[in-house]
Each structure stands twice: as C-alpha cells, then as structure tokens.
C-alpha cells in the first residue's frame, strides 16, 4: 500500500507510474484529458483528480480534518 499526504501528490505518482500501463482503450477520453492538462499545465482541480484517482487507479481517498484546541 502507497501514501500520500494531499491528492495532487496522489495524482502525480498516478500520471507518473499508473497512466503509462493503462490500456489503449483507457487513454481516451477523460485520463488522457487529465493526464494533457497535468503535462501542460493547462489546469486540473483537485475534483477532477479525485475522480481520475478514484475511476482510473483504484484509490480510496478519505479527508481527515481535526480541531485541536
């Protein structure tokens, strides 16, 4: 099992090690947009990654928020 601390760094370990081993069929359509404007900085959300990790790489992402007085 692998951690992250934030989504961004989730979503560069998955463009970086998960995207290329995608079959053909998966690089259309929303992971290749994805991946496009990641590469070229053309703008992604944190949404949007959330949903690529989630469809495309099998991620369970759960948010932890603690108030400590």
Do not use: C
Not at 7 to 21: C, G, M, R, T
């Amino acid at each position: 099992m692998k951690e992250f601390e934030t989504v961004p760094e989730a979503f560069d370990w998955w463009i970086k090690n998960l995207y290329p081993s995608l079959s053909p069929d998966l690089k259309k359509g929303k992971a290749v947009r994805a991946w496009k404007d990641y590469t070229y900085k053309q703008g992604i959300s944190e949404k949007r990654m959330r949903e690529i990790l989630i469809e495309f790489g099998h991620f369970k992402i759960q948010t932890s928020i603690a108030y400590e007085p």
